[in-house]
């Protein structure tokens, strides 16, 4: 998808282009001192300066390229990479898809909706600890509950679990899912 766009494709992400994605990506897996700054804010003028330099040192087919093969043998990222990546490179890959004019929801084997669905309960639940009210995913193809958040008044929404998953990760604008007030 990066190749197809391009590094000056928008995203969905702050305003980032497929180059700045990219070096996040990058960051993300190759600059163990920096990428705490991803999560934590005052951290995070380390990111800005090791995806600048990413992108300085490298032009856009090389960070793709380097994206393509991996984290680095010495990276955590390598050794957990279905717990720690599924999640952040279907959300971004949507990211990159879903802020290109006339998108469609793609339609995803039965098997990576699962996947996507087992990795959503453990990744989610420091994300959604916070909030007014409960939150409940609930997915439309079986049915299966998944309580993020407990509280009152609590809303559930249903859909795939891909279509979840954005919505999880704040993708809420291009999600497609449905608001219910209670649980069916």
């Not at 699962?114 to 309960?121: G, H, I, M, V, Y």
Request: proline share 8%.
């Amino acid at each position: 998808m990066f190749d197809q766009l391009g590094p000056e494709a928008p995203t969905l992400c702050d305003g980032w282009t497929n180059r700045e994605l990219a070096a996040h990506l990058f960051i993300r897996e190759r600059r163990p001192l920096a990428a705490p700054g991803i999560m934590l804010e005052p951290l995070s003028q380390l990111v800005d300066r090791s995806m600048t330099a990413a992108q300085e040192r490298y032009d856009f087919a090389e960070l793709v390229n380097k994206l393509r093969g991996g984290a680095p043998v010495w990276s955590p990222f390598r050794h957990l990479d279905s717990q720690l990546n599924l999640l952040e490179y279907f959300v971004h890959h949507e990211d990159v898809r879903r802020a290109q004019p006339d998108w469609e929801p793609r339609e995803l084997p039965a098997a990576e909706q699962d996947a996507l669905w087992s990795r959503l309960a453990g990744m989610l639940r420091l994300k959604a600890s916070k909030g007014p009210g409960g939150l409940i995913l609930q997915r439309d193809d079986t049915g299966d509950v998944l309580r993020l958040r407990a509280g009152e008044p609590a809303i559930t929404m249903v859909g795939p679990p891909s279509e979840l998953v954005l919505y999880a990760y704040g993708r809420k604008a291009v999600a497609r899912v449905d608001k219910h007030s209670e649980l069916k």
